[in-house]
């Protein structure tokens, strides 16, 4: 049914590509824009801002902790959902597991919504402190801090009794504090003076949990997520005497605070003015863009079926658009009188390369909505 036109070669496993994701497939929600980023591995590029960040963030736990961390990079992110979801304690009806939030590649395999995937299989193994970094997939909104692609670095620590007993601390509140002191440390390696805060969070994994954030451009930024380990999660490797702590790096968001890179597709480009600019462990670089092309600003208004999501709209607008979309962004929505809600979206255009010409937007902005009516099952106004 899926004929194959290509492949890719992830860590010695060949992944084959369909050429046709079909609508009406409920099982395989990977478009091309998705397959062709499959392999890139940007951090494994030593003069990549993302391969820069990574490779200070191995310095900073090389030279503070004498037990080593162990280093991952090259796992494949193609993984069953047990690994995706089970392993990690995500209950059966979380909405991370739908069609419209993680890209499916058939029922039961997934390319990894985060790098946590690998945490039960590397503590099987036998792995007891370590760090796992890779790219990762989600169907999101699109804005300068979202892209469907980014790069986590998952970061591991397996206590024992010994560790704790002599703080005369309670097991989880050792982990705890032993957390954010290493990921307070690493933000101060990374940046020096910065404004930080933690904020409490949920993770089916974690308990407490928490997210850091950063002040950067007038606004908090969340970096991270991270919490002490359930212990249902060391138990399954025989740990049932441990603590442990774990966290997820959003490597672009600390990238985009290191260098000052104002927008999360820059990432993606091969344009020499961003490339040229950042060099093998150099990490005092500021970004300097080249000068700002006009964005160019569309509006779009439709009924919306039982069925709209926005993830849904902005993969058909990135579809069209590519990395030509920097926003979308819901601006107005109404139900009327017979219960029928409208959605106003507004779409920012604009290319961070050059200037967009009025014919060419016109021309995307025109394919966004026969392509909006054809798949979204909307009534555009
Ligand atoms: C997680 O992915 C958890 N697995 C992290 C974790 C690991 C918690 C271990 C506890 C223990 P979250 O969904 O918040 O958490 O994502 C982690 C980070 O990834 C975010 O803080 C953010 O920096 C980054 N991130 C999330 N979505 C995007 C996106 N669409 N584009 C770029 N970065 C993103
Ligand atoms: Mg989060």
Redesign the pocket.
């Known amino acids: 049914r899926f004929p194959i036109v290509s492949a890719v070669d992830i860590g010695g496993v060949t992944v084959a590509r369909n050429d046709v994701v079909r609508d009406d497939d409920p099982t395989n929600n990977v478009p091309d824009s998705i397959f062709s980023k499959l392999g890139m591995q940007l951090h494994r590029r030593d003069k990549h801002p993302i391969g820069i960040i990574k490779n200070a963030i191995y310095d900073y736990f090389e030279s503070t902790y004498a037990k080593k961390f162990e280093t991952f990079e090259d796992l494949s992110p193609i993984v069953t959902t047990k690994q995706n979801f089970d392993d990690?304690l995500v209950p059966a009806d979380h909405v991370s597991r739908s069609l419209n939030d993680t890209y499916y590649v058939d029922s039961q395999t997934v390319l990894r919504?985060?790098?946590?995937a690998h945490?039960a299989e590397l503590l099987r193994e036998g792995h007891r402190r370590f760090l796992v970094t890779g790219d990762?997939y989600?169907r999101?909104s699109i804005d300068s801090?979202?892209?469907?692609v980014?790069h986590?670095m998952?970061?591991?620590c397996v206590f024992s009794p010994e560790d704790w007993n002599e703080s005369g601390k309670d097991s989880t509140l050792y982990a705890a504090e032993d957390l954010k002191k290493c990921l307070e440390g690493l933000a101060r390696h990374l940046f020096g003076a910065v404004e930080m805060r933690w904020v409490d969070?949920y993770?089916p994994?974690?308990e407490p949990?928490f997210?850091l954030e950063i002040y950067f451009k007038e606004d908090w930024l969340?970096?991270?997520?991270?919490?002490v380990?359930e212990q249902r999660i060391l138990k399954q490797s025989g740990l049932e005497n441990n603590v442990a702590w774990?966290?997820?790096?959003?490597l672009?968001?600390?990238a985009m605070v290191l260098f000052d890179i104002p927008d999360?597709r820059l990432f993606w480009s091969d344009d020499e003015r961003f490339t040229s600019q950042f060099g093998k462990g150099e990490l005092g670089v500021k970004f300097k863009p080249f000068s700002k092309y006009p964005p160019c600003y569309k509006d779009i208004s439709f009924w919306i079926s039982e069925s709209f999501t926005e993830n849904n709209f902005c993969e058909v607008v990135r579809g069209i658009a590519g990395d030509l979309v920097e926003e979308v962004k819901l601006i107005d929505s109404f139900t009327n009188k017979k219960g029928m809600t409208s959605h106003c979206y507004r779409i920012v255009f604009r290319s961070m390369e050059r200037s967009l010409t009025d014919e060419e937007v016109n021309d995307l902005q025109s394919k966004v909505r026969d392509e909006v009516q054809r798949k979204l099952n909307v009534e555009l106004r």
């Open positions: 990690v919504c985060h790098t946590s945490q990762v989600r999101d801090t979202h892209y469907p980014f986590q998952e970061g591991f969070t993770f994994f974690t949990s997210e969340e970096v991270l997520g991270c919490g380990t774990a966290f997820g790096l959003g672009e968001r600390l999360i």
